[in-house]
């Protein structure tokens, strides 16, 4: 099991869902469903690896404005 670095930043489904302009809840479907890692907090928030979700965001297809 990969284990956390000192180094990793970790977003809140709130930072998450502005990057993506989703509703926070859209987030946490996608952890539920496995499209994207969370990790647990001690208090049972979600967090998520900002190295994933910027993967995530540069596979995601140009929408048109």
């Given at each position: 099991m990969n284990r956390l670095?000192?180094?990793e930043v970790l977003l809140t489904p709130g930072?998450?869902?502005?990057l993506?302009?989703?509703?926070?809840?859209?987030?946490?479907r996608w952890?539920?469903?496995?499209k994207i890692t969370s990790i647990r907090t001690l208090g049972g928030h979600r967090r998520y690896r900002e190295s994933e979700v910027k993967?995530?965001?540069l596979d995601q297809p140009e929408s048109a404005s």
């Amino acid at each position: 099991m990969n284990r956390l670095t000192d180094a990793e930043v970790l977003l809140t489904p709130g930072e998450v869902a502005a990057l993506f302009r989703v509703d926070p809840k859209t987030v946490t479907r996608w952890a539920k469903a496995g499209k994207i890692t969370s990790i647990r907090t001690l208090g049972g928030h979600r967090r998520y690896r900002e190295s994933e979700v910027k993967e995530l965001l540069l596979d995601q297809p140009e929408s048109a404005s």
